[in-house]
């Protein structure tokens, strides 16, 4: 049951990154993407750092997991999970939140497993940081919440598995907001070499590869994801104190496993939970995604991520894009909330 817990470069690499993103996530370049300008705004304008907190966090029991998350907006309203990535948490989410709330939006956003409150039931559950096994994760989530059908929305990590639930359980997704698109990706397009700048790009992935990499990371995790946040959001002029609220979640005991293991399992260096195979299976074929969806790029992205044309294909049902200027990096909800919250709103009335 529910418990609340009362507290509260521009692309540096260019063609490179375009380059990892094709070989990573298998997809065809497309010459001419299709891109639709926003929406006119009906959301009060909001600056970002505007909100330093949520009202309450609740915790879950859901599958292998007892889940923390921030709630917000009425309890009746119309479903939103949004889901954060790495080096980040919900956090990201702290001036959308109430964007969406004041919408008429019940608005869940989780820590995933290896971040913040979020723990294992058992010692005895691998510590496993699949693609599959995050996406299981929100299913068990929303199961747990008696919630039938989400819009569900994310970057980065939380990009990729707000996409997977789109694919293998559209039946529970609404429609979907993903920044960078189509995340999906398998351990057989990974094993394939990519251009040395291509690589460069992910040297995290390799250092991670490296017992050195797990040390350095157990050891230096506070400044090693704060570089990642300058090199990835290089215009975002983010301060100690905003950082520093996000850092807290990477103390979770589970965090430096989850993290390696999802590196090293992209790569094919570790296995996964044999019970995820069937999913991994039909992810690895790259499916389509049916659900409505807006996909969103920052113009100051310095994460590697691929190019809106190279995944116009992979989705079918009705599809916008929106690439959002102003030196927008990789954490894009919190760079952009309003944006972001208009683009959850906007692709809910499609």
């Not at 996409?163 to 429609?175: F, G, H, N, Q, T």
């Not at 690589?199 to 050195?212: H, S, V």
């Amino acid at each position: 049951m529910s418990e609340e817990i009362n507290h509260t470069r521009r692309r540096f690499f260019g063609i490179a990154a375009i380059a990892v993103a094709a070989a990573e996530f298998g997809l065809p370049a497309i010459a001419d993407a299709e891109e639709a300008k926003p929406s006119a705004s009906t959301l009060p304008a909001v600056k970002a750092g505007s909100h330093t907190s949520f009202d309450a966090l609740k915790q879950i029991d859901a599958g292998v997991l007892n889940i923390g998350y921030a709630e917000a907006g009425p309890a009746n309203g119309p479903v939103v999970l949004l889901l954060h990535g790495w080096p980040y948490d919900i956090y990201s989410f702290v001036d959308v939140a109430p964007l969406l709330a004041g919408a008429g939006y019940r608005v869940i956003i989780p820590y995933l497993r290896g971040y913040g409150t979020t723990r294992f039931l058992s010692k005895e559950t691998p510590r496993n940081g699949q693609q599959a096994a995050l996406a299981a994760d929100m299913i068990a989530l929303l199961d747990a919440l008696k919630i039938e059908k989400v819009v569900v929305a994310g970057y980065d990590w939380g990009g990729r598995t707000a996409d997977i639930m789109a694919a293998l359980w559209p039946e529970r997704c609404k429609a979907l907001v993903s920044v960078s698109g189509y995340l999906i990706g398998s351990q057989e397009i990974n094993r394939k070499p990519l251009p040395p700048k291509a690589e460069l790009a992910w040297w995290y992935q390799f250092y991670f590869a490296t017992e050195r990499g797990r040390l350095g990371y157990q050891e230096n995790r506070h400044d090693f994801a704060k570089l990642i946040w300058h090199t990835a959001s290089p215009q975002w002029a983010f301060d100690d104190a905003t950082y520093d609220r996000s850092a807290a979640a990477f103390d979770n005991p589970d965090h430096v496993d989850i993290v390696i293991h999802n590196y090293r399992w992209r790569l094919g260096l570790v296995e996964g939970e044999t019970k995820f195979d069937t999913y991994e299976k039909k992810l690895a074929t790259g499916p389509v995604i049916s659900i409505p969806t807006i996909t969103m790029e920052g113009d100051a992205n310095g994460a590697p991520h691929p190019e809106p044309s190279a995944y116009r294909g992979k989705f079918s049902g009705k599809h916008e894009h929106r690439t959002i200027t102003g030196g927008i990096g990789h954490n894009l909800p919190q760079e952009a909330p309003q944006a972001f919250a208009q683009a959850v709103i906007d692709v809910d009335r499609f």
